[in-house]
């Protein structure tokens, strides 16, 4: 499986991004797919997740401003930002693995910058 990772750039605090991860491959369903995000000097941190069956899962600092979907026909996983903070700043990958709340990475994209700042 490949991913590449679109969507990402500047945006001022409290607007919107969608980034987008197209995959290649016949078995993209089968996956859980998940959005991660990783700053200088913190660990990588699972942001979104969504099983094969639509099931999702959002850490904390995310949840109820970023939704995760998945169109299983195109391959493509989405994560829709809302109301971005400043401390959203950060490469943005997409991964596709098992689990969900404690998912376990097996492919990655090459990830995408995100920088919310005014």
């Known amino acids: 499986v490949q991913l590449v990772e679109s969507g990402g750039g500047l945006v001022q605090p409290g607007g919107s991004l969608r980034l987008s991860c197209a995959a290649s491959g016949s078995i993209f369903s089968i996956y859980t797919m998940g959005w991660y995000r990783r700053t200088p000097g913190k660990q990588r941190e699972l942001v979104a997740a969504i099983t094969q069956g639509g099931s999702t899962h959002y850490s904390d600092s995310v949840k109820g401003r970023f939704t995760i979907s998945r169109d299983n026909a195109k391959k493509t996983v989405y994560l829709q930002m809302n109301s971005l903070k400043p401390d959203g700043t950060a490469v943005y990958f997409c991964?596709?693995?098992?689990?969900?709340?404690?998912?376990?990475?097996?492919?990655w994209g090459q990830g995408t910058q995100v920088t919310v700042s005014s």
């Open positions: 991964s596709a693995g098992f689990g969900l709340a404690t998912m376990e990475g097996r492919y």
